[in-house]
């Protein structure tokens, strides 16, 4: 008996097993089964800001492609002076119903008014969209303004560490920190067990050495832009499309896909533009070759100082002018004599390029732009920069007031 109870135990397990790999689980929500499609695209739509007559065009052009057999596209859209609401995005067509914001999709949720520059509201869109709408893969997209690592002017709290990075939410006057973006992404991760695939952010300036060191426990890739994006942002269509024709496609493939149709997009109206995608699992790789160039520098600054200062000075910035190019900044670097610093700088160029998935930009002011961007001061390093991850964890910040001779200011 004993024997029988363990052999139908065994049976069963593999049944479990089988049903599971066959594509079915158990929504948390409601506990009724989900097919596990191949992609799960979700949007974070802040558009409780200037920006709120754009949400319902990227909608628009998302039910261009909408929700297939093979993936789920989701958006949270927020309004200015409204409320927020989940949808699930279908194939629009000439004879779809539109609703009050002109949209022809599925409203899965009314949420109300929410503060979209909360963290937490992020993390939370993640898990709803995980536990109802389960994948093999997750894309992320983070949709609105984007001011790096810093601080913006206008948000409330400007000179507040923790208020700092993306998604303004204009009426709660809060946006999302660089160290909150790293803690929302490592709650996504926790939610599905692995790693976010891909962390889009159709947002300016997001392409970032720093934000990339603090998000990569919890995302795979990032797609981002150095500097200011076009005003029409991402090209959403391309992007879903893919996924819908190709469900099999890996996270690398797609970021190296979008990264094409971003350039593709721009091309024939010769608008300026940055465009990457970065693989996290190199991020640390790159910090320890970076330590090692940083930890030569400052042994070496009386006599490489100047040179550090003029290759700062050449570096390919960005509208943030404390932005610089860190490839460009390297590669300027490595223009002295020196074996020793041919070689640290040589380490992070072989390091930065495994980094570095996929790099397009045009524009003359934008031509050295090589993926990622990383704070590189002219005058003065700015209090807020110790609370990131990247300056406590790296010789970085000791480089730019050793070698470089910065002072900390405001």
């Not at 008996?1 to 929504?27: D, P, R, Y």
């Not at 109300?112 to 939370?124: N, P, T």
């Not at 091309?267 to 995608?277: E, F």
């Not at 160029?349 to 998935?357: F, G, I, L, S, T």
Request: charged share 25%.
């Amino acid at each position: 008996m004993v024997k029988k109870n363990n052999l139908a135990a065994a049976f069963f397990s593999i049944i479990l097993i089988q049903i599971f790999s066959a594509g079915l689980c158990f929504a948390a929500a409601g506990g009724t089964a989900k097919a596990v499609k191949k992609w799960t695209f979700m949007v974070y739509m802040c558009a409780d800001n200037d920006l709120d007559a754009r949400g319902p065009e990227d909608i628009a052009e998302l039910e261009q492609a909408g929700s297939s057999e093979s993936a789920n596209i989701l958006v949270q859209l927020d309004r200015a002076n409204g409320p927020a609401r989940r949808y699930y995005i279908t194939k629009r067509s000439a004879e779809s119903a539109l609703d009050d914001w002109g949209t022809a999709s599925k409203i899965e949720k009314e949420l109300g008014e929410v503060d979209m520059g909360d963290y937490k509201q992020l993390a939370d869109f993640f898990k709803w969209s995980a536990e109802n709408y389960p994948a093999e893969r997750y894309a992320l997209v983070i949709w609105n303004h984007g001011s790096g690592w810093k601080s913006p002017a206008r948000a409330a709290g400007a000179t507040d560490p923790r208020k700092r990075g993306i998604a303004f939410d204009f009426d709660s006057k809060n946006d999302i920190s660089t160290p909150e973006l790293g803690e929302a992404m490592r709650a996504a991760g926790a939610v599905i067990s692995k790693k976010v695939d891909i962390l889009f952010m159709d947002a300016c300036l997001m392409q970032m050495m720093e934000i990339a060191y603090e998000v990569k426990d919890g995302v795979s890739y990032i797609c981002a832009s150095e500097d200011i994006e076009p005003d029409s942002g991402m090209p959403y269509l391309p992007v879903c499309e893919a996924i819908n024709a190709n469900p099999r496609i890996s996270a690398r493939a797609l970021c190296v896909m979008a990264a094409g149709a971003f350039a593709d997009k721009f091309i024939k109206t010769g608008t300026p533009y940055t465009y990457s995608a970065v693989d996290c699992s190199r991020i640390e790789e790159l910090k320890n070759a970076l330590d090692d160039f940083c930890a030569h520098v400052i042994l070496e600054k009386e006599k490489l100082g100047a040179h550090l200062k003029a290759s700062s000075s050449a570096a390919q910035r960005f509208t943030y002018r404390d932005y610089a190019d860190c490839g460009d900044f390297i590669t300027r670097v490595s223009q002295a004599g020196g074996e020793t610093l041919q070689l640290k700088c040589s380490q992070v160029k072989a390091a930065y390029m495994k980094c570095v998935v996929s790099n397009k930009t045009q524009g003359e002011a934008l031509k050295n732009s090589t993926g990622i961007s990383i704070y590189l001061p002219l005058t003065h390093i700015k209090k807020a920069y110790a609370a990131l991850k990247f300056a406590s964890q790296s010789l970085w910040d000791e480089m730019l007031r050793e070698a470089l001779q910065l002072k900390e200011g405001w």
